[in-house]
């Protein structure tokens, strides 16, 4: 029987070689695979229709992914589908209005000088809530609905419920053609200021940081560099916009104007409280005229904000003794010499 099976052991593997050799031919055979049927369905049933316009294969009345098979629709269907797309792009686009730096606002404008084409218009907003503002900037811009007129004023002004804090797109035009364009906020000018000739032609442009330059130089008291002691103004090297003194309480010492770098319109000497005026210094009005040297007195005022001599008025009260020195106490002024406005702001730059 040993003998028997050593025998057989050769038969075997030649048996499943013979199988092998029958089965290779027919695994190699290629076959048509049409990937628009199903197993179940016959070659010829998937080959009489076209699986990619039927409305019927699709998931829960959507076209499938994987074949992205069309959807027949009707001429309603199809408008409403274009009419929901053009408000989901008008709905993107629409952006916020009157809102500038986070802070609502309201558009206003105001006409000035003769009608027609030199009449001047400016475009421009104001905060529709009142803010508390920076004692620190140069100066402050605000709208008169009484006056209907843009103020400037050095101080800031809380209580004065026709004044209105300029906030956002600031214009400026005459016989339809831009004079100049800038941005407020907050009541400081910002970001770049242009201004054009009546032909068009640039004249100036400043970049401004909430009312100071760009590059003003500013001086602080201490090393935090948290209260603030000077702000020289400096465009292109040269002395020009709102310069401003503080003294260390944080209340205003001196406030200006450079423009050319020369000292023009009204110079401001306060107390030291209160941000209380004590002395207005009149220069020239333009900076491209000679300067100044000697700037005359046109205003003073006493501890309690009293005017004591104004000379368009002809109000002079300073040698009386009813002047009021301090609020609730009276005593007899003696003449004294008004001191002379500081000298000319030259500091080194850093």
């Known amino acids: 029987m040993r003998i028997i099976s050593l025998w057989l052991r050769p038969l075997r593997f030649l048996a499943m070689a013979l199988v092998l050799l029958t089965l290779l031919p027919w695994a190699c055979t290629r076959k048509a695979v049409s990937f628009n049927s199903n197993p179940e369905q016959p070659i010829g049933a998937a080959l009489g229709t076209d699986t990619l316009t039927r409305s019927g294969d699709s998931l829960n009345g959507k076209p499938s992914l994987s074949t992205a098979r069309k ?56 905060l529709k ?21 843009i103020l400037k004023l050095a101080a800031v002004e809380e209580d004065a419920v026709n004044l209105k804090i300029l906030h956002g797109p600031y214009k400026k035009m005459q016989n339809n053609k831009v004079l100049e364009t800038g941005y407020y906020a907050l009541g400081t000018r910002h970001l770049r200021w242009e201004r054009f000739d009546k032909n068009g032609v640039l004249l100036t442009k400043t970049h401004y940081e909430m009312g100071f330059p760009r590059d003003a ?12 002691n000077e702000v020289v103004p400096y465009v292109n090297g040269k002395l ?59 205003r003073e005022y006493a501890r309690g904000a009293k005017l004591i001599f104004d000379k368009e ?18 005593r007899t002024v003696a003449p004294r010499i008004v001191p002379r406005a500081p000298a000319k702001v030259l500091p080194k730059r850093r």
Not at 131 to 149: F, I, V
Not at 313 to 330: A, F, H, M, T
């Open 71 to 126: 959807v027949v629709l009707t001429k309603a269907q199809e408008k409403a589908a274009k009419d929901a797309e053009k408000d989901t792009q008008r709905k993107s686009k629409k952006k916020k209005k009157n809102v500038f730096l986070g802070e609502k606002m309201k558009r206003a404008f105001t006409k000035t000088g003769p009608k027609g084409r030199n009449q001047i218009i400016e475009i421009f907003y104001f």
């Open 129 to 149: 809530y009142p803010k508390t503002l920076n004692a620190y900037a140069p100066a402050h811009y605000y709208y008169d609905t009484k006056k209907h007129r």
């Open 217 to 228: 130089n500013v001086s602080y008291y201490g090393e935090d560099r948290s209260l603030i």
């Open 240 to 298: 020009e916009g709102d310069y401003a003194k503080f003294l260390i309480n944080g209340q205003p010492d001196w406030r200006g104007q450079f423009e050319n770098g020369k000292r023009v319109g009204v110079w401001t000497k306060y107390w030291g409280f209160l941000g209380r005026r004590r002395y207005e210094y009149q220069y020239g009005e333009t900076g491209y005229d000679p300067e100044i040297t000697e700037p005359e007195l046109i």
């Open 313 to 330: 008025k002809n109000i002079d009260k300073r040698g009386q003794p009813d002047v009021e020195d301090r609020p609730g106490q009276r």
